[in-house]
DNA sequence: AATAATTTGGCATAATCTGCCAAGGAATTG
DNA sequence: CAATTCCTTGGCAGATTATGCCAAATTATT
């Protein structure tokens, strides 16, 4: 991956629809070899996919909860049944395994107040082995960017 | 926002490349009603753009890091020059204003842990008005998706 | 400096986008 | 309940874009 590969990485990132012809002139380059520059970012799985950023507001999903879990232990069926649950809950669009005092970080959406409540009570606890729950609400985003930062710093 | 609009955000969530043509045959609707709701979801802003999925390790970024950051005060001069100079942080992807213990949450991407280090010295610490850092790695994904829930559940 | 390997640019064909107009369907009103 | 109005849809035509192939140019290697 050379230097052209990340301009068409980070132009992708600002406009993930930008005609080839376009992405091509951006990164002084003609059509062809562009096209082909793209297709093999994504045959060699540097490019994951493309998607499109929706206002979640405007979506009906106002709300933004980052819930830290801790299990009740770490065994191997506990650890597998709840990375297994968890990643078939729609309302959890992000789940880490974190360093510190809590074993997973989840970013979970839903319409308000009273959704999270059934969120937690439905979605969450049946899933079982988790010892406690820290829930932080998103009062407003300062920023959010898909763009990753250049690689020489 | 009907049912189609939904159906038309979810398809592009999975992939927001798809061809207008295959998109309009996933919602059953011809190919010119189907763009002309796509161009009305980003003319209201529902849409916001689109964005290409980039597998960090690969570009070379492989660690990711979230961030309590707590401000020293609260006054109008420094929560203004925090979010001012955090917004211009090529590595923070995102920042959060936060309830409970700490003021902000942001995701952090770079390569390794001695960048990691450079990053807090050199691009946060100098800010200033920061009470305390909480810094979190992430140790593996479980769940990372764009598509967010359906409305009714 | 010569050769080999890789990458590029241009061209032709195929696919897609996009704006316009008539037809169809839903809602409203008398 | 029927007639009118309004909104949405579908199809068509011209413009734009994607895509595969081949020769030329560039880069790397020896």
Redesign the pocket.
Known sequence: M?G?DQRIIRALQRDGR???????AKV????????????MLEQSGIIKGYSVDIDTEAYGLGVTVFVRVSLADHTDSTVKQFEKDIERVDQVMECYVMTGASDYLLRVVVADLADYEKFVRRKLHPIGGIASLDSSFVYGVVKKTNVLPALID
């Open positions: 050379d052209k930008m005609t080839n012809q376009d992405l091509a002084n380059l003609s059509p062809s070899p562009c096209l082909r520059r793209v297709k």
